[in-house]
């Protein structure tokens, strides 16, 4: 079974930094674009950056731009985000999903495949 496990959110300063991890089974993880997505309260889910294991090409919203960073261990099936200089408009619920990354990619959520669950992100002031 594919499966996508997100973990490391949790309550952080404005300011501070946090490491989120993506740890994948079920499916050749090389093969596949993995990318995160966030929802804030009240608000619809956006794409934020994503990460082709093909080519390791990323692709990132101009909303985390030389704020949060992604990575891919192949060798641990796993991806993170890092988040650095973190803002309260930051917190939501942070997911990641993968997709083949034999085709086109980008962090449009409708072309995703599969979906972990979210992990919630909270900055306070």
């Known amino acids: 079974d594919v499966q996508l496990q997100a973990s490391g959110g949790g309550l952080v300063q404005a300011g501070g930094s946090r490491r989120l991890s993506c740890a994948a089974s079920g499916f050749t993880f090389d093969d596949y674009a993995v990318g995160w997505f966030r929802q804030a309260p009240g608000k619809e889910r956006e794409g934020i950056l994503c990460?082709?294991?093909?080519?390791?090409?990323?692709l990132y919203a101009d909303s985390v731009k030389g704020r949060f960073t992604i990575s891919s261990d192949n060798a641990k099936n796993t991806v993170y985000l890092q988040m650095n200089n973190l803002k309260l408009e930051d917190t939501a619920v942070y997911y990641c999903?993968?997709?083949?990354?034999?085709?086109?990619?980008?962090?449009?959520?409708?072309?995703?495949?599969?979906w972990g669950q979210g992990t919630l992100v909270t900055v306070s002031s």
């Open positions: 999903a993968a997709v083949d990354g034999r085709g086109w990619i980008g962090i449009d959520e409708d072309i995703y495949e599969y």
């Open positions: 990460i082709n294991n093909v080519d390791g090409s990323t």
